[in-house]
T-cell receptor, first 113, second 113 residues
Framework: EAGVVQSPRYKIIEKKQPVAFWCNPISGHNTLYWYLQNLGQGPELLIRYENEEAVDDSQLPKDRFSAERLKGVDSTLKIQPAELGDSAVYLC???????????FGAGTRLSVL | DQQVKQNSPSLSVQEGRISILNCDYTNSMFDYFLWYKKYPAEGPTFLISISSIKDKNEDGRFTVFLNKSAKHLSLHIVPSQPGDSAVYFCAASGGSGTYKYIFGTGTRLKVLA
């Protein structure tokens, strides 16, 4: 069974440029999460989806970050414009609705120059 | 305010010996705890969990102990193997089926052959 797939694995951009990350969750998992992981820190939740509905986006910086999960499967996370402080690893995870265990993708490492 | 703390950034252990990784939490509402393991360039992988109704959970070489009065949990790996070398994250949530994990900052374990 395929795990959570994220792309790209690495992205280097200039500050003020836009960037987008893509996530394909495990088949059958209705819940999808985007996390931010700064260097030396644990993952921090940005947004959670139940199917296509964002049920918790309280930690998402909405001035520059946006996310969508139009058909309740794949999801994209966008930053526009990127700032130097956005350099981090962006992790996607998925689970069954109400499931205890979240399964993570390998992440996208973003470097903003 | 760090609600989940892993105070040891790193730990080195000889192969075959016991590895003990510690985690402290401050929020008494947490009642479900997980350990994730992370290899370089990979996403976190679920390892073991424990509910607050238990004080011990065992899975092969891995055992998690929970001391609710001290708000402390620990992960024991016996015997340690070189393949266990990774970063270990402790995570806590408000209960089984509650989606929001709060992660610690991780402990890097190195098992020496």
């Amino acid at each position: 069974e395929a795990g959570v797939v994220q792309s790209p694995r690495y992205k280097i951009i200039e500050k003020k440029q836009p960037v987008a990350f893509w996530c394909n969750p495990i088949s059958g998992h209705n819940t999808l999460y985007w996390y931010l992981q700064n260097l030396g820190q644990g993952p921090e939740l940005l947004i959670r989806y139940e199917n296509e509905e964002a049920v918790d986006d309280s930690q998402l910086p909405k001035d520059r970050f946006s996310a969508e999960r139009l058909k309740g499967v794949d999801s994209t996370l966008k930053i526009q414009p990127a700032e130097l402080g956005d350099s981090a690893v962006y992790l996607c995870a998925s689970s069954f609705t109400g499931g205890d265990i979240q399964y993570f993708g390998a992440g996208t490492r973003l470097s903003v120059l | 305010d760090q609600q989940v703390k892993q105070n040891s950034p790193s730990l080195s252990v000889q192969e075959g010996r016991i590895s003990i990784l510690n985690c402290d939490y401050t929020n008494s509402m947490f009642d479900y705890f997980l350990w994730y393991k992370k290899y370089p360039a990979e996403g976190p992988t679920f390892l073991i969990s424990i509910s607050s109704i238990k004080d011990k959970n065992e899975d092969g070489r891995f055992t998690v102990f929970l001391n609710k009065s001290a708000k402390h949990l620990s992960l024991h790996i016996v015997p340690s193997q070189p393949g266990d070398s990774a970063v270990y994250f402790c995570a806590a949530s408000g209960g089984s089926g509650t989606y929001k994990y709060i992660f610690g900052t991780g402990t890097r374990l190195k098992v020496l052959a």
